[in-house]
C-alpha cells in the first residue's frame, strides 16, 4: 500500500490503483492517522482537524462513520483499532511519501554536512521531486492551517540545502533564475538571499548581488523590524571583500548554513525518519561558526604565515594569540582567514563570537558564555544564565581535553576575556582587539600596522582591476592617499568603485579630495569608516576624550607629550598619559623619540579628521545636547 501526502492526500494498492476515497473530512482522517507514527489520535484532536473550535454534537458519531468508510476502502491489509481515547493506524510495509522525504533529506543533509556534494544534490532531488504540490491539499482547512506550516518550512530548508550543494559545484548560473523566484517568494528567507548574493556575485554581477543585501535588509527593517542576520551579514562582508569565489573556502561552512535549521517533517506509519522537533544530525554536533572568508589579504602574507605557525604548534603550551590594530585595520579579515587556513587542526570544531553589538556596547561575558555552550550542544539551565560562575564551570568542563579554535572578536579588555578562555590547552584561542592584553604574550601579539602606498594600490587594484587604475594613476594614487593606509577604507572605496564601473577613477577621488566630507563619502551600504572608529571613541574616559579632540585641531606631523599639555592646559604628565592611553586604544601611533629622548606621537589623517567633527552625542549617544 502507497500513502501519499506531499500533494493531494492518496492511497494507492501495490498495482497502482488510486483507491477511491470521497470527501476532505475522510482525507483529513487518514492524513491525521499517517501524521501520528504510529501513535494514538484522540477524538478531541481529530474533531479539531474536521470542524475546529465548532464541533457538531454528533461528532464522535460521524468519526466512528469515517473510521468505517477507511478500513472499508482500505481492505484488511490495513488496521484501523479503536484505543482510548481515540484511534490507531497499523500499516507494517507500507510506502509513505512523507516518510520517504525525511529520509532522502536526513541523508542530503548529512552528505551535504560531509562536503560530499554532488552525492547530496542528488539525494535532495531526490527528495523534493516526491512532492506533487501543496501538502495535504484536499484536507479540512482546519488541517491544512494546523499542520502544513512545518511541512513547508521542512520542505524549504531541503530546498536551500539542494541549493547550497549546487552552489558548492559550480551550478551558480543554473540556480540564479530559480533563487530570483525564490526570494521574491520569500523575502525575509535569509537563506535563500545569501544564496542568491552567491550566485549573482559567481556570474559577475557584484552589483546586483550588493543590491540584493541591501534591499533585504530594508525588507526585514519592514516587515520585522530587525537587522540581517549573521549568515547574511557575512555573505555581505564576502562580497566586498572578494570572498566568494568557488573554491576560495575549502574549510569553511557552506554560505548560509549557520542559519537556524528547521525540525524535519514526520514520517507516517511505520516511519524511520525522525519526529518532528528531532534534528537530522548526531545530538552533538561539531560546531563550524567561523564566518565566510574576507578574500585577499593584500599586505599580510607575513602576519598571515605567523599566526598559521602558531596556531598550529603543538607543544603542550596554551596557544593564545592577539591581533591588534586599529579598527578598520583589517584585525577580524586576518583572524578569520588564519582560522579558517588552520581549521584541519582542530576536529572538535571552530567557534567564533563577536563581543561586541553593533552600535559598539561590549556584551558582558556571560552572555556569550551561554551562546557558546549552545554551540557546543550544552545549553546551560535557565537557572544558569545570570551565574557567571557556573557558567564558567559548565564551560571549563565542557572544553576540557577539547580540540577546539575559538575566534573572540573585538575584545575590549582581559576581564571580558578571561572568563571565555577554555580548560586545557588542547584548544586555542585567537583574539582580536584595539587594546593589547595582559593575558595575551608580546611574543603571541600580532599588531597590524596600516598598508603602505604599495599595499595600498595593489589591494585597491583587487577589488576593481588594475587596468582601471592604470587608466588614471595619479587620481589612483590620491585614493590611496585619502584612505590614509585604512584598508576598511580602501575597501569601502573599491566597493564604491565596484558598483559604479561607469565612473572614472578620479570622480571618486574628487570627492574624497576635501577633508570636511570624506570620511561621510567613505561609506558604503552599511559599512562606515566613521560608525568604526566613533565606536573606539565611545570608550574613552573624559581625560582622553578631552585630549583627543583638543588635539584635532593641529597639523599632521608628530608632536611630544609637552606640546600637547602646552594645548591642553594640563601637566605633563596627564598629558602624557592620556597620550598613552589613545596610543594603547590605536587612536594615536608612537611615531620615535626627539632629540630629547620624549616620545613622538602621530595621527592617522583619518582619525584627526573624525577628532575634529566629534560632538558630545558621536562620543556618547545618550547625551542631549
Not at 560530499?116 to 535532495?124: I, K, M, P, S, Y
Not at 584585525?331 to 587556513?341: E, G, I, Y
Not at 564558567?392 to 582581559?414: F, I, K, M, N, P
Request: aromatic fraction near 4%.
Amino acid at each position: 500500500m502507497d500513502f501519499r501526502l506531499l500533494g493531494p492526500i492518496e492511497a494507492k494498492r501495490g498495482s497502482g490503483a488510486t483507491i477511491p476515497l470521497s470527501g476532505s473530512k475522510v482525507h483529513t482522517v487518514l492524513a491525521a492517522l499517517l501524521l501520528s507514527e504510529g501513535r494514538v489520535v484522540s477524538d478531541a484532536r481529530l474533531s479539531a482537524l474536521l470542524w475546529g473550535w465548532d464541533p457538531p454534537a454528533t461528532a464522535s458519531a460521524q468519526i466512528y462513520t469515517y473510521m468505517s468508510r477507511l478500513r472499508k476502502h482500505l481492505g484488511p491489509e490495513i488496521e484501523i483499532v479503536r484505543r482510548q481515547p481515540g484511534y490507531v493506524l497499523r500499516a507494517p510495509g507500507a510506502w509513505i511519501d512523507l516518510t520517504e522525504f525525511d529520509r532522502l533529506d536526513r541523508l542530503g543533509r548529512e552528505a551535504l554536512a560531509d562536503r560530499r556534494f554532488d552525492e547530496a544534490g542528488t539525494l535532495l532531488r531526490d527528495a523534493l521531486d516526491l512532492w506533487r504540490g501543496t501538502a495535504l491539499a484536499n484536507a479540512t482547512e482546519q488541517m491544512i492551517e494546523a499542520e502544513l506550516p512545518r511541512l513547508e518550512e521542512a520542505r524549504m530548508i531541503a530546498l536551500e540545502s539542494r541549493i547550497e550543494a549546487d552552489l558548492a559545484v559550480g551550478r551558480h548560473e543554473q540556480v540564479t533564475a530559480e533563487l530570483t523566484g525564490l526570494v521574491a517568494e520569500h523575502p525575509v528567507r535569509e537563506r535563500l538571499r545569501a544564496q542568491l548574493m552567491t550566485a549573482l556575485y559567481r556570474c559577475g554581477r557584484q552589483a546586483d548581488a550588493l543590491h540584493t543585501y541591501y534591499e533585504g535588509r530594508a525588507v526585514l527593517a519592514d516587515q520585522l523590524g530587525v537587522d540581517p542576520g549573521e549568515a547574511l551579514g557575512s555573505t555581505y562582508q564576502a562580497v566586498l571583500g572578494g570572498g566568494l569565489g568557488l573554491g576560495a573556502s575549502a574549510g569553511s561552512p557552506p554560505a548560509g548554513a549557520d542559519a537556524p535549521q528547521a525540525p524535519a517533517a514526520r514520517g507516517g506509519a511505520g516511519s524511520t525518519a525522525p519526529a518532528a522537533g528531532t534534528a537530522a544530525v548526531p545530538s552533538r554536533a561539531v560546531p563550524a561558526m567561523l564566518p565566510a572568508p574576507y578574500g585577499e589579504f593584500t599586505g599580510r602574507r607575513a602576519e598571515l604565515a605567523g599566526l598559521r605557525a602558531r596556531l598550529g604548534r603543538e607543544d603542550g603550551r596554551p596557544r593564545r594569540l592577539l591581533i591588534t590594530g586599529m579598527a578598520g585595520a583589517g584585525k577580524t579579515a586576518l583572524a578569520v582567514r588564519a582560522a579558517q587556513d588552520c581549521a584541519a587542526h582542530f576536529p572538535d570544531g571552530q567557534l567564533f563570537v563577536e563581543l561586541c553589538h553593533p552600535d559598539g556596547a561590549p556584551k558582558e561575558p556571560a552572555e556569550v558564555l551561554v551562546r557558546l555552550l549552545r554551540a557546543l550542544g550544552e545549553p546551560p539551565p535557565a537557572s544558569a544564565f545570570g551565574d557567571l560562575e557556573e557558567l564558567v564551570r559548565l564551560y571549563r568542563t565542557r572544553t576540557s581535553g577539547a580540540r577546539l579554535l575559538l575566534v573572540l572578536d573585538g575584545a575590549v579588555g582581559d576581564r571580558q576575556v578571561a572568563p571565555l578562555l577554555p580548560g586545557g590547552p588542547e584548544s586555542a584561542v585567537l583574539i582580536t582587539s584595539q587594546a593589547r592584553l595582559a593575558r595575551v604574550a608580546g611574543a603571541d601579539t600580532t599588531a597590524l600596522a596600516l598598508v603602505d602606498e604599495e599595499e595600498g594600490l595593489e589591494l585597491l587594484a583587487s577589488l576593481v582591476g588594475r587596468g582601471r587604475l592604470d587608466a588614471d594613476p595619479d587620481a589612483a594614487d590620491d585614493l590611496v592617499a585619502y584612505c590614509a593606509g585604512l584598508p576598511l577604507a580602501l575597501h569601502v572605496t573599491g566597493a564604491r568603485l565596484a558598483a559604479r564601473p561607469h565612473w572614472p577613477v578620479a570622480r571618486l577621488a574628487a570627492r574624497l579630495a576635501d577633508p570636511g566630507t570624506r570620511l561621510a563619502e567613505l561609506s558604503y551600504g552599511d559599512v562606515s569608516v566613521r560608525e568604526a572608529l566613533v565606536h573606539s571613541v565611545r570608550r574613552l574616559e573624559e581625560p582622553e576624550l578631552a585630549a583627543l579632540t583638543g588635539l584635532a585641531d593641529g597639523d599632521a606631523e608628530p608632536f611630544c607629550a609637552q606640546y600637547a599639555a602646552l594645548v591642553l592646559g594640563t601637566a605633563e604628565e596627564e598629558a602624557e598619559a592620556a597620550l598613552d592611553t589613545l596610543v594603547d586604544r590605536a587612536l594615536l601611533e608612537l611615531s620615535g623619540l626627539d632629540s630629547q629622548g620624549r616620545p613622538l606621537y602621530r595621527w592617522n589623517d583619518l582619525v584627526r579628521l573624525l577628532a575634529a567633527s566629534l560632538t558630545t552625542r558621536d562620543a556618547f549617544p545618550s547625551a542631549v545636547l
